[in-house]
């Protein structure tokens, strides 16, 4: 069984700058993808950043040119750089993995870290 476990979240003023990991208590390589998804209250979970084993990138669109998903499969670790944060940001920030691309329903889950963005 694989665990995620997110963390890097945190209060944040707007334009902001926050990184959040997320660390696999088993190895990532054989994941052909994981991704960030939020969820905000009162709305649904959504998927902001994916990426692929072989390092390709996807991103919704509300978060393009702010946010950068990596990964470093010697350390069995995803990242979520976050830069220019806005209040529309803030969420609840889960790490997921799938063995499958596209990713579909994940088949792993993180427990989630909250992000609030406010000044």
């Known amino acids: 069984q694989v665990q995620l476990v997110e963390s890097g979240g945190g209060l944040v003023q707007p334009g902001g700058s926050l990184r959040l990991s997320c660390a696999a208590s088993?190895?990532?390589?054989?994941?052909?993808?994981m991704g960030w998804y939020r969820q905000a209250p009162g709305k649904q979970r959504e998927v902001v950043a994916t990426i692929t084993s072989g390092g390709s990138t996807h991103y919704v669109d509300s978060v393009k040119g702010r946010f950068t998903i990596s990964r470093d499969n010697a350390k069995n670790t995803v990242y979520l750089q976050m830069n220019s944060l806005k209040p529309e940001d803030t969420a609840v920030y889960y790490c997921?993995?799938?063995?499958?691309?596209?990713?579909?329903?994940?088949?792993?889950w993180g427990q989630g870290t909250q992000v609030t963005v406010s000044s």
């Open positions: 997921a993995a799938s063995w499958f691309w596209p990713m579909g329903e994940p088949n792993y």
């Open positions: 088993g190895t990532i390589f054989s994941f052909n993808g």
